[in-house]
């Protein structure tokens, strides 16, 4: 026949839209077009269709061949259409005589100039996507690994374009995906709060975090263990359960996860991200955006940490465009011609310097021998002035740590090894409490049903008409002030916030101007 339809998904956001690719075979001088609001990478997919027909024995047509990738006001890009492109010639041409109806398969795949089926970025959408429209997909075999999350998905996986055809005519056997499964080495090693010196207050701030799913901000000198404490968030959380371990796999899929990342999408337990991006990163980077509209660290970091190191050096448009996704969870990155929405429900840890060198709190009571701070009070209001108030405010915990002196130090090397387990159950314990109460954690409770969930004792209640500390400054903080204090009374196994909870919340709460005593 002259006209052939072969079925295809593409790529916008976290979705895979259907794609029919239309191949027909016309008289004429020899051309080969390819139309359908194609990017560059699907333009170039003719030089690679042509050679990798020619290399698998198969002979191009002569003529006039056009292409069409419908609908045609949907923006497409990437190698992913090379393999239904193919197929629709060699079924146009007679060269591919399947043994059945080829309308319930859909075709992924980057060819190779040899005819290798080379693997693509955001199978997994795209294996979703056909298994909820009940087709079977055909895929490169280095994607077999994306369907560990759908194992109700009929797929079929060949190594080269010519073993795929034999496959279609009966001639061999199709080959069903076998997922590779990593092996321990593959797998991080667990970090754990005992290799963290002292910092008492800067343990149980992280362990409120984890019970509610809060933000937190460190500010202390330089090596007094910030960024220890942030890595260690990740093996507190409980393991994602498997709905939300479908969103990171589509997430990392979508991306372009590295074979290393891949073998680790096979484990039994997908570990939460977490994504630490450089100080000079740009708006696109973290929020996401670029030519076609990729997700960002933040999407990146979606049921994980986002953990922002030296905060006040990022850029104050990327910083003041976190505020949105703190709040909502979500992104809407848009582009000349395309839209896309992408999740963003990340826990936020940052961490930064009292003051440009780091030593400012030592002029407050520091410790002997530590080195004095020689900043003005000009280039300190400076510095905190690159973080905004709205910003600050969106932050639920703000501790101020100092820095390790030798007696922590003695201690810690004397103190035997210590279990996180316990710690793990007891955050573990609080956030299944919170999904009983409300069904979801305290960090994300809206305002208006704040007060109604959170059971306020009689002493609470006072401290909390007192309007002290961050109470007195906006609605929102002390909003935040109540999930915290919520989430510290889960954590005691408490049925109402008491005035120690309160209390306690309010002391991690600290300004950003407050100096170390």
């Not at 004429?28 to 139309?35: A, D, E, H, Q, R």
């Not at 096979?266 to 990163?281: D, K, M, Q, S, V």
């Not at 408490?494 to 600290?510: G, K, N, Q, Y």
Request: proline content about 7%; charged content about 25%.
């Amino acid at each position: 026949m002259a006209l052939a339809r072969v079925a295809c998904r593409a790529q916008v956001g976290l979705t895979a839209p259907p794609v029919e690719v239309e191949a027909h075979l016309g008289a004429g001088l020899p051309c080969f077009t390819l139309v359908g609001l194609a990017g560059t990478e699907v333009k170039e997919s003719k030089e690679r269709v042509r050679a990798a027909l020619v290399n698998s024995g198969f002979e191009f047509p002569a003529g006039r061949i056009t292409v069409n990738l419908a609908p045609a006001d949907l923006p497409k890009d990437g190698g992913r259409f090379d393999l239904a492109v193919a197929v629709a010639i060699l079924l146009a041409s007679g060269q591919l005589r399947p043994r059945g109806d080829l309308t319930d398969h859909e075709f992924l795949g980057e060819l190779g100039l040899d005819g290798e089926i080379r693997v693509v970025r955001g199978a997994l959408p795209a294996a979703a996507a056909a298994a909820e429209a009940g087709r079977s997909l055909v895929l490169p075999k280095g994607n077999a690994a994306d369907l560990r999350w759908l194992p109700g998905a009929r797929a079929v996986t060949a190594p080269s374009l010519l073993a795929l055809c034999a496959i279609l005519e009966g001639r061999s056997a199709g080959q069903e995906p076998r997922c590779v499964e990593a092996v321990d080495d593959d797998l991080p090693p667990t970090l754990s709060l005992a290799d963290v010196c002292g910092q008492a207050l800067g343990k149980r701030a992280l362990e409120a975090a984890a019970a509610g799913g809060h933000s937190l901000l460190f500010v202390g000198p330089p090596g007094c263990g910030k960024s220890m404490l942030a890595q260690r968030l990740p093996a507190l959380l409980p393991p994602l359960e498997p709905r939300e371990a479908l969103e990171v796999a589509l997430i990392a899929s979508i991306a372009g996860a590295s074979s290393d990342t891949r073998r680790r999408l096979t484990a039994e337990r997908l570990p939460r991200p977490f994504r630490a991006p450089h100080h000079t990163a740009s708006a696109s980077a973290i929020i996401g955006g670029g030519r076609d509209a990729r997700p960002g660290e933040i999407t990146l970091a979606h049921r994980g940490v986002l953990f922002l190191d030296e905060l006040p050096e990022f850029d104050r448009r990327v910083l003041e465009a976190l505020r949105e996704p703190l709040e909502s969870g979500q992104v809407v990155v848009s582009r000349i011609g395309q839209q896309a929405e992408y999740p963003a429900a990340f826990q936020l840890i940052a961490a930064m310097n009292p003051c440009p060198c780091g030593y400012a709190a030592n002029n407050a009571g520091g410790r002997g021998g530590a080195p004095a701070c020689g900043c003005s009070p000009a280039q300190l209001e400076r510095y905190r002035a690159r973080i905004s108030g709205p910003l600050l405010d969106r932050l639920d915990l703000r501790v101020m740590l100092g820095a390790v002196g030798e007696a922590e130090l003695a201690q810690h090397r004397a103190r035997a090894p210590c279990d996180d387990a316990p710690l793990r159950a007891r955050i573990a314990a609080a956030r299944e409490r919170q999904w009983r109460r409300q069904g979801c954690l305290n960090a994300a409770l809206p305002a208006a049903r704040l007060e109604e969930r959170l059971g306020i004792s009689a002493g609470a209640g006072r401290l909390l008409a007192s309007g002290r500390g961050p109470l007195a400054i906006s609605l929102r903080s002390r909003h935040r002030c109540l999930r915290v204090a919520r989430s510290l009374a889960d954590l005691a196994g408490a049925t109402s916030i008491e005035e120690v909870h309160l209390a306690e919340a309010l002391a991690l709460r600290r300004a950003l101007g407050a100096e170390q005593g």
